[in-house]
């Protein structure tokens, strides 16, 4: 993996936090209770709920692995009003078509119903940092090049 940090609002840390806990505690516990059940069913060679109980328990593995990794080497930090777009900003953008769009700018770990997200690694979103309020901002995208508009900007509150 990488060393860099990836940010996380504390709203998302804790969120992840208590993800974290459940899976550890009430999902270990409930896919061992799968496994046995399953294994009492048998002959494990042909048994396809152990073999999907033992899938998921392989999949909820990786993800207490992610979850930990992400938590020990997240920077967890409120955002404050600098006026420019920066990574924990929400951005409200005009398009091309006159929509007005609100964008949370920030890794995916931190979304949030009600907020389109635009990673700071995405076109949108890496070509937003830096900006302020009236800046028409050009990006590419695989579908061609875009613009924006920036309306307002301010720090994400949640």
Not at 1 to 18: G, I, N, V
Not at 91 to 96: Q, R
Request: charged share 30%.
């Amino acid at each position: 993996m990488t060393d860099e940090r990836t940010f996380l609002t504390p709203a998302a840390y804790k969120r992840m936090q208590d993800e974290l806990e459940e899976l550890k505690t009430a999902g270990r516990r409930e896919i061992e209770e799968r496994i046995a059940e399953a294994r009492s069913h048998g002959d494990l060679r042909e048994n396809a709920d152990y073999d999907a109980a033992k899938n998921d328990q392989g999949l909820m593995e990786a993800r207490i692995r992610k979850l930990e990794f992400l938590l020990h080497t997240s920077e967890v930090r409120e955002v404050t009003d600098t006026g420019r777009v920066e990574v924990g900003s929400v951005v409200t953008v005009i398009d091309s078509d006159g929509d007005e769009l609100e964008y949370f700018v920030a890794p995916q770990e931190n979304k949030v119903s009600g907020l389109l997200l635009a990673s700071p690694t995405s076109p949108l979103g890496s070509a937003l940092l830096g900006a302020s309020i009236g800046d028409e901002v050009p990006y590419e995208a695989p579908a061609g090049t875009f613009r924006v508009t920036i309306k307002a900007v301010r720090p994400y509150e949640g």
